[in-house]
């Protein structure tokens, strides 16, 4: 019999963290949809940390699928064909046993509906060949299965094994007809997964990819007091915003990577290696970003080149007054800077114009675009 997620008691849902209470949030890589949390894999470094949900191990629902897909598809911000879409990227894991039905749900619901958005699943769990049957099965949405593996060993930063994410890989990419999957390679720790051997591992992988993506560590103070509570040696001297890693060690991991001819191509963002998977322009405008291209395919190179324009003035006038913009906003040749939008609102302007917005008060310095220095421990 196929497993569910229970529905969340009164009492429980008493205890949820206010922000995991609202399943569907904006984020940078679009609308968020999270009815289900709790995670049984406790990775050290989870996001759960700052929610502080990490000691809720079983996953529970916070209402019926048929609930959620409502309330995602009738967020305000939301837009059929437009708003990238991410299934149960924050609380739990989306191909868990339990979970994975529900997801399944989720995906038929919005390929029902006839939307084509971008849908993206992130998984670090099993996947198997009738999974894939399933995700073949959709033919409106276009769907990018993002596997997350490290090659960490060490079991207190990760319990999970890395050959499961491996296998999901290989089983993914042997039957991808109408999605997409990607090697997910994350969180690269300097000192910790970025030898020679380790990244060799990775390209080596990425022969049953269409794309890679790499980042950092997402080290943040919640976390960092995990780690000294569990007495894991801390990689960084400081926590941050934005994702970690330094910009010497990035160099050298793509150079090695590179060295791999016939590894998928690798991207900085996300969202570029899922343009890239499905040859369409990058949805989140890193073009402008023109340091982030450099790694880039020329074909892939030149879809974005084809796409890029500078918004209308009167489009994004009229956008920016009916969000609240406080002043003008000014339009560079990178961005469009904003004063007084949260993130959400930020985001919705970014991809409704396919061009990076930013906030005035947040800057984003060359070469440093979403990610952040840090001193490593040594
Ligand atoms: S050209 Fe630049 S923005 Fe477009 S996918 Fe490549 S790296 Fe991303």
Known sequence: MDKHVAIIGTAQLSQVNPSLKNPVEYRKSGLSLNHIIGCPLDCSYCVRHLFGNFD???????????????QLISHRYFQPHITPIQLFNRATDPMLPEVKNHTHKILRLLDQSGLTNNVLVITRW??????????????????????????????????????????????????????????YWRPIVPGLN??????DRAAQLARHAHATVFSG????????QYYQSQGIPEPYSSTARRKLLPLE???????IYQTHTSS?????????????????????GHFGITEICDICPSTQFSTCKAAWKKPDDALLSSLCKSLGVQG???????SIVVRGLDEQRRYFLQHTLGYQVHDIDKPHHYERHGRSEAERNT
């Open 217 to 224: 560590l997402f080290y943040r103070k919640e976390i960092a």
């Open 264 to 284: 998928a191509p690798i991207f900085r963002k996300t969202s570029c290696g899922v343009a890239y998977a499905h040859q369409q322009p990058d949805y989140n």
């Open 328 to 334: 003008e906003p000014v339009i560079t040749d990178r």
């Open 126 to 183: 099993r996947v198997t060949p009738e999974d894939c049957v399933r995700f073949n099965a959709l033919s409106n949405i276009k769907l990018t299965i993002l596997v997350t593996y490290s090659g960490i060993d060490d079991p207190e930063v990760e319990p999970i094994k890395s050959s499961i994410a491996a296998s999901s890989l290989g089983v993914l990419f042997k039957h991808a007809q109408r999605y997409r999957t990607l090697l």
């Open 249 to 255: 060690d990035e160099k050298r991991l793509i150079r």
């Open 56 to 70: 809720q191990r079983k996953p529970l629902a916070l209402m019926t699928d048929e609930q959620a897909f409502e």
């Open 194 to 199: 970025d030898s020679v051997q380790h990244i």
